[in-house]
């Protein structure tokens, strides 16, 4: 059930491909604002200013692409899956989902910030499994997020306030594995926050898994 | 009589707390001098947000494993407290701090954690508002306060812990034990945060009947 899902979530995904671009174009002009904004090209900015602005690129791509998951839905629709889907299995093939789409947008948020803005990071391997471990808890916070907020009637600004706070710790371990992928300091050092993200996206998705049923039955 | 002794015990050991607090001896230590003497109307503030939050949750997974609407009614009123303990957790907290640590707002780990979890709750009330069927508004807000309250732990239990920070019991130290609270202090400082969290309690339970009240008016 969940394969068959997480595909029909592939093929609307792939049949709509405005959406797609309009993500990709949305991270694009974030990017290009900040190179912009901070005038690149006769200045350089440090390695504290590039990883706040590359965390707060990804934070917004990355919350309004992973909003649409349920709010862009149509209701007759949600009342068909209701019928032929368990809840567990819709929550579990949304965060498979947005986690994939999640590590798309944060790698490609990398490359474009490598290009313009330039790459600081010494410890290539440990920033990237943060941005995979980071994509897990960010896909399931907001996948069930996006599921309260599309009940409710202001669902676009809901699903900011709601999930901001919701990120925070994620985002303040993320930030901490940043600066020392941006020393180059060893693996080991970074042990305890790698761990502590990972405990936080276990609680996110078993919390995700638990509550979903909940909001689905309305 | 019977059923409220906790009311009053509440009220003497608040009447306790004041007058012990700013009469009786308390250690002399250097830059905190007479201000220790916050420590006991700030930390029960925080202790009673923390405490009050949990009921709340409690109450939510009660309200989302039995539909009741009066495990709803507590829930919410029980984050209202919350927050207003909150609110003046913070504000103890900046007027100690600008004599103290100089500023009232320090960007410290625990300082950011209350704000927050501030922040986790005002956003609750926001999904409350912006939900116009009653059930749906229970049960959506119930999911979203368990999930909320689970995110936040680590933001004001761990994270502070790792990070340094001016507050005691942090950067390893395990809490209070470690910090210079000699035991006069803690004569005045625990049932401190007894009695702050019975007189939350008692606000709660005048809350929770007016709403019951107000609901059984709408439905005559």
Redesign the interface.
């Known amino acids: 059930m969940i394969l068959t899902l997480l595909k029909k979530e592939f093929t609307l995904e792939l049949r709509k491909k405005s959406v797609i671009a309009g993500i990709g174009l949305y991270l694009f002009s974030l990017t290009f604002i900040c190179y912009i904004t901070f005038a690149l090209r006769h200045n350089s900015i440090n390695a504290a200013t590039w990883s706040a602005l590359f965390w707060l690129v990804i934070l917004f791509s990355v919350v309004n692409s992973l909003a649409k998951s349920f709010i862009g839905e149509k209701k007759g629709l949600a009342i068909y899956y209701y019928q032929v889907a368990s809840p567990q299995a819709i929550i579990l093939s949304k965060i498979i989902y947005n986690t994939l789409l999640a590590i798309v947008l944060s790698l490609a948020g990398f490359i474009l910030f490598s290009l313009l803005i330039g790459n600081p990071i010494q410890h290539a391997s440990l920033f990237v499994s943060t941005l995979l471990l980071t994509s897990l808890g960010f896909s399931s ?1 907001l996948s ?2 996006s599921g ?1 907020a599309s ?4 669902s676009n600004i ?1 699903m900011a ?2 999930s ?6 994620i985002l ?2 993320a930030i901490r594995i940043t600066k020392n992928a941006l020393d180059g300091i060893d693996l080991a050092a970074s042990y ?2 790698l761990l ?1 993200l990972m ?2 996206n276990c ?2 998705t078993a ?2 898994y638990l ?1 979903f049923p ?2 689905w ?2 | 009589m019977k059923k409220n002794w906790w009311k009053y015990l509440g009220v003497v050991i608040l009447l306790y707390v004041h007058l012990g607090g700013l009469l009786l001896e308390a250690p002399r230590l250097n830059i905190l001098n007479e201000t220790v003497r916050a420590l006991y109307f700030h930390v029960p503030m925080w202790f009673g947000m923390v405490l009050l939050y949990m009921v709340s949750v409690y109450y939510a997974v009660k309200f989302l494993r039995n539909p009741l609407s009066d495990a709803d009614i507590k829930s919410v009123e029980y984050a209202h407290v919350g927050t207003a303990f909150g609110i003046l957790g913070i504000l103890t907290g900046m007027l100690w701090a600008n004599y103290t640590w100089g500023s009232p707002w320090h960007g410290d780990p625990k300082q950011n954690g209350a704000a927050i979890a501030l922040l986790v709750y005002l956003a609750y009330f926001v999904l409350r508002g912006s939900i116009e069927n009653e059930e749906q508004k229970a049960r959506l807000s119930a999911v979203y306060n368990i999930f909320a309250f689970a995110a936040m732990v680590p933001l004001i239990f761990i994270i502070p812990r790792l990070t340094d920070s001016m507050h005691p019991g942090n950067g390893g130290n395990p809490g209070f034990n470690a910090y210079d609270l000699d035991s006069r202090m803690r004569l005045i400082f625990y049932p401190a945060v007894i009695g702050w969290f019975l007189i939350g309690v008692w606000i709660v339970s005048l809350r929770v009947r007016y709403r019951l009240l107000q609901n059984r008016l709408i439905e005559n």
């Open positions: 916070s069930l997020i309260i009940k409710a009637n202001n809901l306030v709601l901001f706070p919701v990120l925070i710790s303040l371990m305890d926050e502590n405990a936080i609680i996110a919390l995700a509550l909940y909001i039955r309305s």
